[in-house]
């Protein structure tokens, strides 16, 4: 399935309902649907925050082939930003001696199965992978 979104704040609730129907439609194991939703959630935020001076839409891919999620998301008009390289986040810290940024990509990196990143010509493109834990039935 395939979507384009406005890079807004106001997208996020269809970005979520797109993906739940991609999800279900594929019938995607619900005790796995929390990752992604996540994922999807806080690169889609990123992209809105981080780019405020792009208008183009973010599009977004979704397919579910043998209980594998595999989302990509593109956006054009941007400055490259590597999500895959590792963030300096030290989670042990108590919360009042943390750095802000950089805690919600660490979390994807942890919480996805794979994470890939390409740039080329202003057009920056995420994808991830998720495993259901068991194949379809």
């Known amino acids: 399935m395939q979507k384009s979104f406005s890079r807004s704040l106001a997208s996020l609730s269809s970005v979520y309902e797109f993906t739940e ?20 959630e806080e690169l889609f935020v990123n992209m809105v925050e981080y780019n405020p001076e792009t208008s183009t839409d973010i599009d977004m891919q979704i397919d579910v082939v043998d209980a ?29 001696e943390r750095s802000p940024g950089g805690l919600g990509l ?22 991830f992978s998720k495993q259901s834990g068991h194949p379809n039935v």
Do not use: W
């Open 21 to 40: 129907a991609a999800l279900t439609a594929g019938r995607f194991a619900e005790a796995a649907k929390f990752p992604v939703h996540l994922a999807t």
């Open 68 to 96: 594998v999620a595999t989302i990509t998301m593109s956006e054009y008009g941007v400055p490259e930003f590597d999500v895959t390289k590792p963030r300096d986040v030290n989670i042990d810290a108590p919360l009042d």
């Open 106 to 127: 660490h979390l994807i990196q942890k919480m996805v199965d794979n994470l890939t990143y390409e740039y080329c010509d202003g057009r920056s493109t995420i994808s």
